[in-house]
T-cell receptor, first 114, second 111 residues
Framework: DTGVSQNPRHKITKRGQNVTFRCDPI?????LYWYRQTLGQGPEFLTY????????KSRLLSDRFSAERPKGSFSTLEIQRTEQGDSAMYLC????????????FGPGTRLTVT | KQEVTQIPAALSVPEGENLVLNCSFT??????LQWFRQDPGKGLTSLLL?????REQTSGRLNASLDKSSGRSTLYIAASQPGDSATYLC??????????FGTGTSLTVIP
C-alpha cells in the first residue's frame, strides 16, 4: 500500500467552471476526511465519511461544494461555479475507526481559480 | 470549537541544537493530539499521535508530550539537522471526528 493518493495534483480553472478532485485512501481505512488549506494557514476541516456515510460537514462547506464516497472506498470532492476564493490546497486524509484515529494525509490537490 | 495556537511562528536554529515547539489548545477535553510535518507545497506527514490516555510519545529524535490540564503540548527535537527544516503543525481533536489545526511553526535548521 502506497498511502493516500490524490488526483489531480494541480488544477487551474477559470472562475465559474466546475472541478472535481479524487482521493484514494489507505485501503483498510474506513474514515476519510477532506480539508482545505490556504497559504500560511493550517488545514481547515471540510467534511468526513465513515464508510460511505457522510457524517459531518463544516459550515465552510457551502452549497457549491459536494463530496461523495459511493462505495466506501475512494471519494470525490466537487466544487461548482468556482470562485477565486476557492483557490487553495485541498487535502484528503484517512484513518481507521477502532484504531488510534491517527490521520494519514495525501499530497493534496492545488487549485488555482483565475 | 477547539482553538489551537502555535508559538513561535518561525524558528531558526544552528544544526545540532535541541529545540522545543509549543502548541496550546482551548478545550481540555481533547481526544487526540497529533503532530505533523509539512514541506513546502506538499501534504502532511504524521510524526506522532498522543491519545487522550497518554502523556507522551517518542519516535527517534522526536518526543511529544501532552498536558491536558494546562492545554499544552510540546514537540521536542533533539540534535536538529538541516533535513528537519519544514513547517510543524499540531492538531487537536475533541470528538474523534475532526482535527483543528494550528497555523504551524516554520523551522529552519542552519548547517
Amino acid at each position: 500500500d502506497t498511502g493516500v493518493s490524490q488526483n489531480p495534483r494541480h488544477k487551474i480553472t477559470k472562475r465559474g467552471q466546475n472541478v472535481t478532485f479524487r482521493c484514494d485512501p489507505i485501503s483498510e481505512h474506513n474514515r476519510l476526511y477532506w480539508y482545505r488549506q490556504t497559504l500560511g494557514q493550517g488545514p481547515e476541516f471540510l467534511t468526513y465519511f465513515q464508510n460511505e456515510a457522510q457524517l459531518e460537514k463544516s459550515r465552510l462547506l457551502s452549497d457549491r461544494f459536494s463530496a461523495e464516497r459511493p462505495k466506501g472506498s475512494f471519494s470525490t470532492l466537487e466544487i461548482q461555479r468556482t470562485e477565486q476564493g476557492d483557490s487553495a490546497m485541498y487535502l484528503c486524509a484517512s484513518s481507521f475507526q477502532g484504531g488510534s484515529y491517527e490521520q494519514y494525509f495525501g499530497p493534496g490537490t492545488r487549485l488555482t481559480v483565475t | 470549537k477547539q482553538e489551537v495556537t502555535q508559538i513561535p511562528a518561525a524558528l531558526s536554529v544552528p544544526e545540532g541544537e535541541n529545540l522545543v515547539l509549543n502548541c496550546s489548545f482551548t478545550d481540555s477535553a481533547i481526544y487526540n493530539l497529533q503532530w505533523f510535518r509539512q514541506d513546502p507545497g506538499k501534504g502532511l506527514t504524521s510524526l506522532l499521535l498522543i491519545q487522550s490516555s497518554q502523556r507522551e510519545q517518542t519516535s527517534g529524535r522526536l518526543n511529544a508530550s501532552l498536558d491536558k490540564s494546562s492545554g499544552r503540548s510540546t514537540l521536542y527535537i533533539a540534535a536538529s539537522q538541516p533535513g528537519d527544516s519544514a513547517t510543524y503543525l499540531c492538531a487537536g481533536d475533541i470528538t474523534g471526528n475532526q482535527f483543528y489545526f494550528g497555523t504551524g511553526t516554520s523551522l529552519t535548521v542552519i548547517p
